[in-house]
T-cell receptor, first 113, second 115 residues
Framework: DQQVKQNSPSLSVQEGRISILNCDYT??????FLWYKKYPAEGPTFLIS?????DKNEDGRFTVFLNKSAKHLSLHIVPSQPGDSAVYFC????????????FGTGTRLQVTL | DTAVSQTPKYLVTQMGNDKSIKCEQN?????MYWYKQDSKKFLKIMFS???????INETVPNRFSPKSPDKAHLNLHINSLELGDSAVYFC??????????????FGEGSRLTVL
């Protein structure tokens, strides 16, 4: 049962343009969402998060949008840079419980020159 | 200075063997985790320890036994290895067991191949 889904396995975007990565979830108990970035041969690193009480969180070039009614979140990167090329994982959890993140399968972003 | 370090990074072994993966964090965190990333790229939690106490055990076969000698270390021992155990195992740590932020710090991963 895949509770967090990233339906696009890969995405290619030109440098300077906007990258939009999407994520859907099915568990209505999830109330905190995170994006992780992973380079080859490295562990995932935390990028940005959002609580279900918000619908947008921004950190520099990265913005996460949450649509609770649609159970959908997206990560916007603008402008995209070659160093952003990585696999991006969406994750969700329920706060107040032991840390248990449910991850999507990731989207590989390639930012081309 | 690596915050969460795992050894070994690569491990190739035969079915039926027993192997261990070690993890250490120097971040002063109270909580540590083992996640498994299988061939389909799913990252799934296996175990979590808070101050040496087991707090999450996600229906993992009992061939897998985590051990936390202190809060900076969480080792994973696997008995009677099977082909399906081939995966990348990630250790992680965090400040807080309550998952208020869910921000985990991951190690680089240990790729286990069972032949």
């Amino acid at each position: 049962d895949q509770q967090v889904k990233q339906n696009s396995p890969s995405l290619s975007v030109q440098e300077g343009r906007i990258s939009i990565l999407n994520c859907d979830y099915t568990n209505s108990m999830f109330d905190y969402f995170l994006w992780y970035k992973k380079y080859p041969a490295e562990g995932p690193t935390f990028l940005i998060s959002i609580s279900s009480i918000k619908d947008k969180n921004e950190d520099g070039r990265f913005t996460v949008f949450l649509n609770k009614s649609a159970k959908h979140l997206s990560l916007h990167i603008v402008p995209s840079q070659p160093g952003d090329s990585a696999v991006y994982f969406c994750a969700a959890t329920t706060t107040g419980t032991a840390s248990k993140l449910t991850f999507g399968t990731g989207t590989r972003l390639q930012v081309t020159l | 200075d690596t915050a969460v370090s795992q050894t070994p990074k690569y491990l190739v072994t035969q079915m039926g063997n027993d192997k261990s993966i070690k993890c250490e964090q120097n971040l002063g965190h109270d909580t540590m985790y083992w996640y498994k990333q299988d061939s389909k790229k799913f990252l799934k939690i296996m175990f979590s320890y808070n101050n040496k106490e087991l707090i999450i055990n996600e229906t993992v076969p009992n061939r897998f036994s985590p051990k936390s000698p202190d809060k900076a270390h969480l080792n994973l021992h696997i008995n009677s290895l099977e082909l399906g155990d081939s995966a990348v195992y990630f250790c992680a740590s965090s400040h807080n067991r309550a998952a208020n932020t869910g921000e985990l710090f991951f190690g680089e991963g240990s790729r286990l191949t069972v032949l």
